[in-house]
C-alpha cells in the first residue's frame, strides 16, 4: 500500500501488512517471537532469520495458523557471510524486503556487577559478547538488509533498543553501553538513509521497559521462591503504571513504526515503559 492509498482510503488498513517482505532477527526469543506472531496475522510474510532449528520449528507451532506466512532462513547476527546468503535465499524466494526487525539482542549474568563481581573483575569476553551482540547484531544485518533497501529505494527498519538506553541502568554497564549505542547507531542510519540514498527508507527503534523475560530474570525475581527481588520491587515503584510489561504492550508501536501511519517517522526511539522514563522517584 502507498502513503497516499492508505490517506486516502481507511486508515485502519495501515495496519494490513499483506505483501509485505518482514525480515526478523531475534523471533525465537520471547519479544521477537510474539512480534513475528503479530505481523504474520496482520497478512506479513516473515522471514525469520534463525540460529537453531528446534527454536525457529518451535516458534512456527506458536504461529498456529499464520505459519503459512512464515519461512526460516538459517543466519547468525554477528557473521555477515551467513546474513548474505539468507538475504540471497529471501531476494530469490520473493524478489524484495519491505522491513528489517532487528530482536536479536540480550545481558548475560557474567556481564553484570553482583557482590561477588565486581565491575573491576567484569571479563572482557563477557563485556564484549555484550556488545558485539546488541550493537553489532544489529549493525551487521542493517548492512546486508539496508543495502537491499538502498537499491530499491524503500524499507523500513525497526531496531530494539532499551529503556536504559536514556540513563544506564545499575549493574548492567556493557548492556546499557550497547543499547545506547543502538539507539545513537538508529538516529545516524536515519539520516545516512534519508539523505543518502531515499527518505523512503526509514529507520526507528523501539525502548521497551521492563518486560518479565529470561534474559532479565534472575535479577527481577529470586530463582527458587520467584518473589521479586529488591531490584525487581524498585523497577515497579518507579513505573507510575505498576507492573511489568507484558510482550504484547509492544504490538501497537511496532506496527506504527512500520506502516504507513508514520510515513514522516525516522530516527526516533520510542519508550514503552508504562511511564519509567516519565517518572522522576517523587
Ligand atoms: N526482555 C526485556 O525486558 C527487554 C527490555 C528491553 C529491551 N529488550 C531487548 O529486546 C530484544 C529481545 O529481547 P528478549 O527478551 O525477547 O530476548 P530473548 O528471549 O533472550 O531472545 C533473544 C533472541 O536473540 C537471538 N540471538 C542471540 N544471539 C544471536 C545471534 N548471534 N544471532 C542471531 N540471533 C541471536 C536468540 O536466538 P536463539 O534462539 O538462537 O538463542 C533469540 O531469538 C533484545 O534486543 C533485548 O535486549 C528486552
Redesign the pocket.
Known amino acids: 500500500m502507498s502513503d497516499k492509498e492508505m490517506s486516502l482510503g481507511n486508515p485502519a488498513r495501515m495496519f494490513d501488512f499483506t505483501g509485505q517482505i518482514v525480515v526478523i532477527?531475534?523471533?525465537?526469543?520471547?519479544?521477537?517471537?510474539?512480534i513475528a506472531c503479530a505481523l504474520a496475522g496482520c497478512g506479513a510474510r516473515m522471514a525469520i532469520?534463525?540460529?537453531?532449528v528446534e527454536?525457529?520449528q518451535a516458534l512456527l507451532q506458536l504461529m498456529g495458523n499464520h505459519a503459512g506466512h512464515a519461512d526460516l532462513f538459517s543466519?547468525?547476527?554477528?557473521?555477515i557471510e551467513s546474513l548474505r546468503e539468507a538475504a540471497a535465499a529471501i531476494l530469490a524466494r520473493f524478489g524484495k524486503v519491505d522491513c528489517l526487525i532487528?530482536?536479536?539482542?540480550?545481558?548475560k549474568p557474567q556481564a553484570t556487577t553482583t557482590p561477588e563481581l565486581k565491575f573491576f573483575d567484569l571479563p572482557a569476553d563477557a563485556l564484549r559478547w555484550v556488545f558485539?551482540?546488541?550493537l553489532l547484531?544489529?549493525i551487521l544485518p542493517c548492512q546486508v538488509f539496508g543495502k537491499i533497501m538502498a537499491e530499491s529505494g524503500h524499507g523500513v527498519i525497526l531496531n530494539?533498543?532499551?529503556?536504559?538506553s536514556y540513563r544506564p541502568l545499575t549493574r548492567i554497564p556493557a548492556?546499557s553501553a550497547a543499547?545506547a549505542g543502538?539507539s545513537n547507531f538508529t538516529q545516524w542510519l536515519a539520516v545516512h538513509m534519508a539523505q543518502e540514498y531515499s527518505p523512503r527508507i526509514r529507520v526507528n527503534a523501539i525502548?521497551?521497559?521492563?518486560?518479565?523475560?529470561?534474559?532479565?530474570r534472575f535479577l527481577l525475581q529470586d530463582r527458587e521462591t520467584h518473589e521479586l527481588t529488591p531490584r525487581g520491587k524498585q523497577i515497579l515503584a518507579h513505573t507510575p503504571m505498576g507492573r511489568?510489561?507484558a510482550?504484547e504492550d509492544l504490538l501497537g508501536a511496532v506496527l506504527w513504526l512500520l506502516s504507513p501511519g508514520s510515513a514522516f517517522v525516522t530516527g526516533t526511539v520510542v519508550p514503552i515503559d508504562g511511564g519509567f522514563s516519565a517518572f522522576s522517584g517523587v
Not at 543466519?75 to 557473521?79: C, F, P, R, S, Y
Open positions: 532477527t531475534g523471533a525465537t526469543g520471547v519479544l521477537g517471537g510474539e532469520l534463525y540460529r537453531n527454536r525457529g543466519a547468525d547476527v554477528l557473521k532487528n530482536a536479536a539482542g540480550g545481558n558485539d551482540l546488541n547484531g544489529t530494539v533498543s532499551s529503556m536504559n548492556y543499547k543502538v525502548a521497551p521497559g521492563f518486560f518479565l523475560t529470561d534474559q532479565n511489568f510489561g510482550p
